[in-house]
Nanobody, 125 residues
Framework: QVKLVESGGGSVQAGGSLKLSCVSS????????MGWFRQAPGKEREGIAY????????YYDDSVKGRFTISLDNAKRTIYLHMNSLKVEDTAMYYC??????????????????WGQGTQVTVSS
């Protein structure tokens, strides 16, 4: 069973930056779909960034487009999320997920096969 572990979360001031990492216990197949999701208290889980087709294609939710960047390092079996110009509204638990089906690329990631346990991001001011 593939295990995903997120790290890199923390507390920052608005306008600051963080880099989240998601390490897989196994090599990530080149045809897999991967994404970052987040969930804030009182809100539903939402997909914010995806990478697929051998990491050649990416998609970002409008709420983070231009500020966040998703990338993949196959050698390190790691998915990254570079977060810049952070806003208070970005405060949430961030999860990474992956799956063999494009159904992983959904609003809530219901079609993903593997999930991490999350890392908390808190933005103040």
């Amino acid at each position: 069973q593939v295990k995903l572990v997120e790290s890199g979360g923390g507390s920052v001031q608005a306008g600051g930056s963080l880099k989240l990492s998601c390490v897989s216990s196994e090599n990530i197949p080149s045809n897999y779909y991967m994404g970052w999701f987040r969930q804030a208290p009182g809100k539903e889980r939402e997909g914010i960034a995806y990478i697929y087709n051998n990491a050649e294609l990416t998609y970002y939710d409008d709420s983070v487009k231009g500020r966040f960047t998703i990338s993949l390092d196959n050698a390190k079996r790691t998915i990254y999320l570079h977060m810049n110009s952070l806003k208070v509204e970005d405060t949430a638990m961030y999860y990474c997920a992956a799956g063999a089906s494009n159904r992983c690329l959904s609003v809530n990631g219901g079609g993903c096969d593997y999930w991490g346990q999350g890392t908390q991001v808190t933005v103040s001011s």
